[in-house]
């Protein structure tokens, strides 16, 4: 059964860090390219960063860029985002994605954690 679980979200100030967390199982993770998107109410769901199944590649959105860092741990089936600085805007649901092309496509999603960054 292919599972992923986020945790590591909550209420933080402005100006504040985070670290999510991204648990995964049930697949081969070490194959799959991994994602964060975000999805704040009333918005439309965003790619916040992408890691290589290696983890030798990443990109990231504008808005995130110098403040979020995406990394993952192949041998615990982890994909992790480092959140700083973090500013109200945001705010949202942070889901882990998992994804694959080859041989096959795959995509798999998680239930999501709330950050909320508010003073």
């Known amino acids: 059964q292919v599972q992923l679980v986020e945790s590591g979200g909550g209420l933080v100030q402005p100006g504040g860090s985070l670290r999510l967390s991204c648990a995964a199982s049930g697949f081969a993770f070490s194959a799959y390219g991994m994602r964060w998107y975000r999805q704040a109410p009333g918005k439309e769901r965003e790619l916040v960063a992408g890691?290589?199944?290696?983890?030798?590649?990443?990109n990231y959105a504008d808005s995130v860029k110098g403040r979020f860092t995406i990394s993952r741990d192949n041998p615990k089936n982890t994909v992790y985002l480092q959140m700083n600085s973090l500013e109200p805007e945001d705010t949202a649901v942070y889901c882990c994605?998992?994804?694959?092309?080859?041989?096959?496509?795959?995509?798999?999603w998680g239930q999501g954690t709330q950050v909320t960054v508010s003073s």
């Open positions: 994605n998992a994804y694959r092309t080859w041989p096959t496509v795959k995509d798999y």
């Open positions: 890691i290589s199944s290696a983890g030798t590649s990443t």
